[in-house]
């Protein structure tokens, strides 16, 4: 089946700091990306649509500033969580998409922010 | 707006036992409907999904989940469970249309099994 990578698979940063995660479908072409995040216990929230080649599209309440999506190409996009600080410590989950329904989901990406 | 319910936040069974997990949706059109297992500190992955096609839907590892219109369900069912079904559960649906399609989580059904 398809398959979905995340780089790194755990991230320890300084607060303050910036740090940025990839997404890539390793065997097929996904025009559409989503990010989620999921805190301890919870589900996974949406965060970003993101279309390759054009802006992704922000969930009410997500801060495109502080969440820089990228989507460079038809099998990569990155996630850059700009001045991180400790709530923003989380697990992150991006999925790609394939024909009209079937997403895919990468493993996702620990981050702790000290 | 389309969202789905999970009831429970845990479920208890022995090995061996009858597996089901719960799940209602609300939707005002024939939604699509999935369900979701995760291993701790993994990503996700589909069990299985319904499109308006069988109701009763059949997945990976000897999980069904069965589409009632009338009850507005679609609960996952184990006949037989095993150790390593222990994971978390999420039921999902899929919101909007074309590159606008969105997939909104269900606040997850941890099942534990016990030898």
């Known amino acids: 089946g398809a398959v979905v990578s995340q780089h790194p698979s755990w991230v320890i940063c300084k607060s303050g700091t910036s740090v940025k995660i990839e997404c890539r479908s390793l065997?097929?072409?996904?025009?559409?990306m989503f990010w989620y995040r999921q805190f301890p216990k919870q589900s996974l929230m949406l965060m970003a649509t993101?279309?390759?080649?054009?802006?992704?599209?922000?969930e009410q309440g997500v801060e495109k500033d502080k969440f820089l999506i990228n989507h460079a190409s038809l099998t990569l996009s990155t996630l850059t969580v700009t001045s991180a600080h400790p709530e923003d410590s989380s697990f992150y989950i991006c999925?790609?998409?394939?024909?009209?329904?079937?997403?895919?989901f990468g493993p996702g990406t620990r981050l702790t922010v000290l | 707006a389309q969202s789905v319910t999970q009831l429970g936040s845990h479920v208890s069974v022995s090995e061996g036992a009858l597996v089901l997990l719960r799940c209602n949706y609300s939707?005002?059109?024939?939604?699509?409907l999935f369900w979701y297992v995760q291993y701790p500190n993994q990503g996700l992955q589909l069990l299985l999904k319904?499109?308006?096609?069988?109701?009763l839907v059949k997945g990976i590892n000897g999980f069904e989940a069965e589409f009632k219109k009338s009850e507005t369900s679609f609960h996952l069912t184990k006949p037989s469970a095993h150790m390593s079904d222990a994971a978390e559960y999420f039921c999902?649906?899929?919101?909007?249309?074309?590159?606008?399609?969105?997939?909104?989580f269900g606040t997850g059904t941890k099942l534990q099994v016990i030898p």
């Open positions: 999902a649906v899929r919101r909007g249309s074309g590159g606008y399609q969105k997939v909104t």
């Open positions: 939707s005002s059109v024939p939604p699509y």
């Open positions: 319904y499109t308006s096609a069988a109701t």
């Open positions: 065997d097929f072409q996904a025009t559409t």
């Open positions: 993101s279309n390759e080649g054009s802006k992704a599209t922000y």
């Open positions: 999925s790609a998409r394939v024909g009209t329904y079937e997403q895919f």
